[in-house]
């Protein structure tokens, strides 16, 4: 399959952007009357061209200072930078401020085009080549290479050519994997077709004729057709330029999102950590509580800045904050942004998206969950997550939690659809249930409803269910508003009494110990085991050992909780917390191969 990647342009204002991307392509970019007239780009241009069996596409942006949001908007979604600086002006503030932008949108490949070295003797030019190496190599990119270009030889682009394209063999993996995620850069009509959206496709792969979401507004659109550098194409994936016709679509706009995950969140603001730059014309800083133009995706937003502790982020600091944004906009997890300042107006802050501001409400308790976050730490995020918020809360979708690859299955919380909730509270209310239950005999769905009102509201049914399905195991029922036991057969009240007394005493775990404590013979013992263990409240776990299920499941989690927090677990550390013979302690170490969760290795137990 052909590989496909986007590079940007970037740089100062004249300093040849468009006229190295119409000697490479042959296409104009700078398609507006205006641009042309002026002789400045005013918008995103677009070009593409195959390479060796590569396709490479061009994202042209403006490098006038005014129009540096739809620099920022270009520059979303691009894989390499192609820097054109004029050989004679050498570094100028836009080549200053596009570095800043293209370091915080996460790009380390770079290549940098010095143009103009016809209108430069040979002494000058290896001087000035001198300073933008120095500049250059003072950055963040890892992979740079220069090439001198002169508009009239067309040699020189063949050089650049090969340049990028070798910088784009070197370029990181590709994000073909995942959610399809393209944000709007242009929208507009065309006669007989409608709407038609061009975007840089961050990751996956669509084909023609999927539906789409259309956010903010959350509407499902077909894709009727496709362009991959305007060529049709029955599919189109991470890397590519592509302009998508979306007949049904209602008004779109630059900044829209088109994805094929359904559950996206649109917010009112996120968490993120905050860094104003450095490499600044002069000082400037980021002061709590102020509003900034925030530059996202493709969007230019407002953005309220929130600094958990007051005061400012100065130059070369780097903070959490919460922004809170003018409109609603729908951020993915390490999404780069941007702000400007507010005099003189030039971009002087970058940040990355950490968390969505609906997954943190209470904004008190968010520094230590950003910290983990910010250090990878995932999982004790969430669990720390789910202690803050005992209620249970709503789980976004991976792209907008901590990435698409990463595996969030965390024990110790538990799932209901999209709702999460600490496992411990589920059982400690469970538990409580079961033992108002054991005691008054009977139960009102009031005092059920007691015990749940800590649980957020679409929590409380399924938990109800859980502890209605567990106890009528044990033989209760919910009927007119109050659980109690059913009349039940004689046999069947002593097989439930069997269970009392095994829940009292675990080394009860085979028929002749359990005949003995009961006063019966063992063939009796042995029935009431059968039917135990049918209604999964016994659990067999080899011959003549016997179990109940709360045992078993108390004796995993403590294994997973301990496997977690010392690496791997062997039968000692069991025994530490049951207090327990070894015919049942070995049995039971057995079953947590069972569970899928452990692998063995010299007699240790490990987490997978
Ligand atoms: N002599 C000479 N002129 C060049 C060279 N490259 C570009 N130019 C001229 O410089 C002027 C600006 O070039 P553009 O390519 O429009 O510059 P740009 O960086 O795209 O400018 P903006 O998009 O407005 O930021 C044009 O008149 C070009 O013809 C070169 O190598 N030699
Ligand atoms: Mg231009």
Partial sequence: MKRSVVFGTAGHIDHGKSTIVRNLTGKDPDRLREEQERGITVDLGFAGLEHNGMLISFVDVPGHERLVKNMIAGATGIDGALFAVDACEGIKPQTEEHLNIIETLG?????????????????????????????FGDSLLE??????????????????????????????????????M??????????????????????????????LIHYPAGKRVRVKNIQVHDNDSQRAEAHQRVALNVPDASEPSRGDILSDEAELSSEEGFYASLKVFDRLPSPADIKHNRTYPVYIGTEALEGKIIIPGGGRIRSGEELFVFVRLNRRYTPVFAERFLIRGLSPQI?????KVLAMGSLIPERKVAGEILELIHNGSFKEALSLISE?????????????????????????????????????????????????????????????NDELSILHSSLKKPVKEEFLRKVEADGYVFKNGRLKREKLEPFEEEALRALDIMRSDPLLSNRSLLAERLGTDEKTAEKYLVYLTNRELVIRLADKVYVTAELLNSFVSKGVQEAESKGSIELKDMREHFDLPRKLLVPLMDQLDKTGMFITRDKKRFLK
């Fill in 107 to 135: 790009i380390t490949h770079a290549v940098v085009a010095v143009t103009k070295t016809d209108l430069i003797n040979e002494s000058e030019l290896c001087s000035s080549m001198e300073n933008i190496q120095l500049f």
């Fill in 347 to 351: 971009t002087i802050a970058g940040g």
């Fill in 143 to 180: 992979d740079i290479s220069y090439v001198k270009v002169q508009r009239d030889l067309p040699e020189t682009y063949a050089s650049l050519l090969d340049e990028l394209a070798a910088t784009a063999q070197r370029l990181p993996g590709n994000r073909l994997e995942g959610r399809f």
């Fill in 182 to 211: 393209l944000r709007v850069d242009r929208a507009f009509a065309v006669k007989g077709f409608g709407n038609v959206v061009t975007g840089t496709a961050v990751s996956g792969v669509l084909n023609r004729g999927d539906e």
């Fill in 388 to 448: 803050k918020r005992p209620e249970g809360f709503r789980l976004p979708p991976p792209i907008q939690l901590f990435g698409d690859e990463t595996d969030i299955s965390v024990s110790g919380i538990l799932t209901y659809g999209k709702l999460c909730v600490s496992d411990t509270l589920v059982s400690g209310i469970i538990s409580s249930l079961t033992d108002k239950l054991r005691t008054s005999s009977e139960l009102s769905e009031s005092e059920i």
